[in-house]
């Protein structure tokens, strides 16, 4: 989800830094940097999709993901079809979110109603602070975009764009730390033990 959030608020700094240079114009960023937050609207749907599908592939259930994924096929067609005359390339890539968000939302469904006694304890309460934090996020990024604008130059916009997206990182990781979020405890407990690990590796080395 932040990652969403970062593509959408940022896709024009990302944008411009990447491609604009030569025949590739500001209007060209502009129009592929729409169609980037377009497509960053469907990113969440995209990751919960391959969770959720694992999920029917461990209970021997092949067949409901592939019917899943053919109807929301054809929802990406429908809807591209309506939107394109109106708002062309940025009304295909909406389509494309909007049935990836679709598809997640159905395979969850689905599968939660399979396997209705086997709930992950405290995913709800993670899942409202993930978005609780990721709207924050939106709306810090949304500031910065308006009240500390990307300087002119290649170099200066990428140093710029750099700086924020790390601090980015780090204040999404210390608002979920300072919420008592398990997975950063869980995430420092793993790097702990790995750099332990790599320590002995070097000690016996020796």
């Known amino acids: 989800m932040p990652a969403a959030v970062g593509l959408f608020v ?78 062309g390339h940025v009304g295909v890539a909406f389509a494309n979110s909007a049935s990836a968000t679709v598809n997640a939302v159905t395979l969850a469904v689905f599968l939660r109603r399979r396997l209705p006694g086997h709930r992950v304890p405290g995913a709800r309460r993670a899942w409202l602070r993930t978005v609780a934090v990721s709207a924050g996020l939106a709306l810090a990024l949304s500031a910065a975009w308006r009240l500390w604008p990307s300087p002119a130059g290649r170099l200066a916009e990428a140093a710029w764009l750099a700086t924020v997206i790390a601090g980015s990182i780090v204040a999404y990781v210390g608002c979920h730390a300072a919420l008592g979020s398990d997975e950063v405890r869980l995430a420092w407990t793993a790097l702990m033990r790995r750099r332990r690990r790599s320590s002995l590796r070097r000690r016996e080395t020796r």
């Open 10 to 87: 940022l896709s024009e700094p990302i944008v411009r830094i990447l491609y604009e240079r030569g025949r590739f114009g500001p209007l060209d960023t502009a129009g592929t940097a729409a169609a980037v937050s377009m497509y960053a609207v469907g990113v969440v749907g995209l990751s919960i999709t391959r969770v959720a599908v694992q999920g029917f592939y461990a209970t021997g259930d092949t067949r409901t993901p592939v019917k899943v994924a053919v109807g929301a096929m054809a929802l990406n067609c429908v809807v591209a079809a309506a939107l394109a005359q109106t708002h």
